[in-house]
Structure formats: C-alpha cells, structure tokens
C-alpha cells in the first residue's frame, strides 16, 4: 500500500539521519565527519571545508587537512579552533590532533549518544501515529476494507520493532566505540 511504503521511506531517512548525527560525535577514533561540515568564511563566503581541501585521517588521532588554496588556513584554521579542537599548519596542510578522551568524558558522550538515539525513537513513534491515523481515515472512507486495515497496522509495527532494533543497534556500537581506550 501507498501508505506504508511512505511509512518505510520515512523510517529510512530517521536512520540515514541518525547516522549522520551518530557519526558526528566524537568516539576515539578521529572520523573526517568531526571536521568535513564546519563553515568556513573565505573571500566573502561560507564554504564547507570539505569543499577547501581533501581531509585524512592518521592513525591512531590525527586528522589532517590538505588545503588547495593556501589563503584558506586562517578561517579554516579558526572554523577548526572554534569547534573545539586544537590546529597546527605546516605549508598547506593542516594537523588536528585529538587527545585520548578521559573518563568523565566518555560517560558524558554515552549520555548524548542515548539522547540522540531516545529523540529518535520519538520521530519514530510519531511517525508511527500519523500513519496509523492514515490508516484510520482510509477505512473511514472506505478505501481499505477492515482487513486490510488490521494487516497495514500490522506491518507498521512490525516495521516500528525492526527499526528500533537497528537505532539500538547503532547507539550501542558508538556506545562500544566510546568505551574503548
């Protein structure tokens, strides 16, 4: 049914979204993601620094940043700095090297994680209600008879269990990847 397969495309797109924001917060290991988004001002305008140069990651905690225009070092050098991270620059190429993270804060990246995920189970299950309501005003127009209402409330659950399975999926892979020393 139309219904439910709209239902499924917007489950999708909450787990690409989740994703993305999981990726986001910073575990251990340094991922071009903590840097790849931050805005830079360069001649006038606010680039991605992903769109100024090539970005690396050197094992075990370094990030670096290959420049093609050397006039961009300042603002990406400041974008770097202001998001929290400490930058050194050698010609055009700029080094981000993350410290080992201490205890206290891993516990408090593991407590950001289980928010994000836990405002996600949300989307989730508002998604959920509005479809189920769709669902509803179908049959009270007749345009599904009551079976096939009971068996789309039915798949929507059952596609609701599968993907909370795959957010608590993600949460606790970050969760293992932040506990890690």
Known sequence: MEILEKFKKETASLIDSLKKEILGVRGNRP????????????????LLIKQLGSISVVPPREIDIALWDKNAIPGVVKAV??????ANYDGKLIRINLPQLNQERRQELVKSVKKIGETFKIQLRTHRDETNK??????DNK????????????EIQKSVDSTNKE????????????EEI
């Open 31 to 46: 991922s071009p993601i903590l840097v790849e988004n931050l805005k830079v001002d360069y001649f006038g305008q606010q």
């Open 143 to 154: 345009q599904i008879s009551e079976d096939q209402k009971f068996k789309l409330k039915e």
């Open 134 to 139: 769709a669902v509803g005003v179908s049959f």
């Open 167 to 178: 957010i608590e999926s993600i949460l606790d892979k970050k969760i293992k990847e932040l």
């Open 81 to 86: 700095e202001a998001a929290g991270f400490s």
